[in-house]
């Protein structure tokens, strides 16, 4: 089993940053792809963010591109998730997932953290 706890949500500003961050413990963390998915007042969960397991590889959102960026560190077993330029439609609990390979889709992820609440007023 692997445990995922995410910590970093809050409430902000419109315009202003928060970092998530994904700690994991139970294996080795090095042996798997991370995601951040999120889910918003009323709607289905979505996709927000995915990292290989080296960091070499991301891919991100339409939605989120060019303002979110997603990181690891292997030597402490987290992964984060940095957002700038926060929007109103990004309010919603933000999770963290590990699979093994690098994915879009929910389903190919095998352990989920319990989410970290973001808001961002306007």
């Known amino acids: 089993q ?9 409430l902000v500003q419109a315009g202003g940053s928060l970092r998530l961050s994904c700690a994991a413990s139970g294996r080795t ?4 792809a991370m ?7 009323g ?17 991100y959102a ?8 997603i990181s690891r560190e292997n030597a402490k077993n987290t992964v984060y998730l940095q957002m700038n330029s926060l929007k109103p439609e990004d ?3 933000y999770y963290c ?3 093994p390979t690098f994915s879009v ?17 306007s």
Request: glycine share 14%; aromatic share 14%.
């Open 2 to 10: 692997v445990q995922l706890v995410e910590s970093g949500g809050g």
């Open 29 to 32: 963390f090095t042996n798997y």
């Open 35 to 41: 995601g951040w998915f999120r889910q918003a007042p």
């Open 43 to 59: 709607k289905e969960r979505e996709f927000v963010a995915t990292i290989s397991q080296s960091g070499r590889n991301t891919y």
């Open 62 to 69: 339409d939605s989120v591109k060019g303002r979110f960026t």
């Open 91 to 93: 309010t919603a609990v």
């Open 97 to 99: 997932a590990a699979g």
């Open 105 to 121: 889709i929910q389903t190919d992820y095998n352990y989920w953290g319990q989410g970290t609440q973001v808001t961002v007023s």
